[in-house]
T-cell receptor, first 109, second 113 residues
Framework: KNEVEQSPQNLTAQEGEFITINCSYSVGISALHWLQQHPGGGIVSLFMLSSGKKKHGRLIATINIQEKHSSLHITASHPRDSAVYIC???????????FGKGTKLTVNP | DVKVTQSSRYLVKRTGEKVFLECVQDMDHENMFWYRQDPGLGLRLIYFSYDVKMKEKGDIPEGYSVSREKKERFSLILESASTNQTSMYLCASVGQGKNQPQHFGDGTRLSIL
């Protein structure tokens, strides 16, 4: 079983919809990252969380340490949000990350 | 802004060739990483370096080696390229103990024919 599981694998939405992507992990972590990868592009970091909630524009990330679960929400989705969203966790004192397999989001106009 | 630069966006090589992928970062980061990304498998760590000349195997090191002679540069070497090494390769870097996100390069799409 993978240490980091994301759901759904694929998600199609209409412009304006509220979107949620989920991430569950089975190991102790020091931080959880949400990353975004546009088609053909590099990966950018959206959030790094160790507790609670963070917001940046239309994106919100939450984490529940007790339940080992995190969610990424996108409000008022837009076609430019179409990308692969990747959850990754940093275990203990290591700088290494363990990655989920990603969620491919397509937002149609 | 942190810049992680990979030497090529696209590369085509032949089976059996020795292939070098180069990565340079400009933020004096101690830690550098090489990943490969394949459909359905996500990102997998090939090798990790935590300092000049220091390296650690990742999850899938077979068929690869690395070199870190200078702090800013981390090279991935395919000793004898094979078709199953066709993939997207991504380099990343992060400072030590600063609780910061990794910074990624744009990736190299490598095809081995």
């Amino acid at each position: 079983k993978n240490e980091v599981e994301q759901s759904p694998q694929n998600l199609t939405a209409q412009e304006g919809e509220f979107i949620t992507i989920n991430c569950s992990y089975s190991v102790g972590i020091s931080a959880l990252h949400w990353l975004q990868q546009h088609p053909g592009g590099g990966i950018v970091s959206l959030f790094m969380l160790s507790s609670g909630k963070k917001k940046h524009g239309r994106l919100i990330a939450t984490i529940n340490i007790q339940e080992k679960h995190s969610s990424l929400h996108i409000t008022a989705s837009h076609p430019r949000d179409s990308a692969v969203y990747i959850c990754a966790v940093r275990k203990g004192g290591s700088e290494k990350l363990v990655f989920g397999k990603g969620t491919k989001l397509t937002v149609n106009p | 802004d942190v810049k992680v630069t990979q030497s090529s966006r696209y590369l085509v090589k032949r089976t059996g060739e020795k292939v070098f992928l180069e990565c340079v970062q400009d933020m004096d980061h101690e830690n550098m990483f090489w990943y490969r990304q394949d459909p359905g498998l996500g990102l997998r760590l090939i090798y990790f370096s935590y300092d000049v000349k220091m390296k650690e195997k990742g999850d899938i090191p077979e068929g690869y080696s690395v070199s870190r002679e200078k702090k800013e540069r981390f090279s991935l070497i395919l000793e004898s390229a094979s078709t199953n090494q066709t993939s997207m390769y991504l380099c990343a870097s992060v400072g030590q103990g600063k609780n910061q996100p990794q910074h990624f390069g744009d990736g190299t799409r490598l095809s081995i024919l």
